[in-house]
């Protein structure tokens, strides 16, 4: 019996910036994620399914001077 794991790579948000200057792809498999809470919560793309469904919805932040 072999085993076999896999673990994607969280690569921190902050770095975004980085791989779009140095116009780098994000590696297969990995993906960006807020480990260091610099975003406001519930903003960004969430994404679920139900009942066979799939759902997305963009949360966004909005400022208004009057």
Request: charged share 30%.
């Amino acid at each position: 019996m072999s085993i076999m794991s896999c673990k994607a790579q969280i690569i921190p948000i902050e770095e975004h910036r980085e791989y779009k200057e140095n116009e780098t792809e994000i590696p297969d498999g990995a993906y960006l994620k807020d480990v260091n809470d610099i975003l406001p919560k519930f903003i960004g793309t969430w994404v679920g399914s139900y009942d066979s469904k799939t759902y997305e919805f963009k949360m966004e932040m909005l400022t208004k001077s009057f």
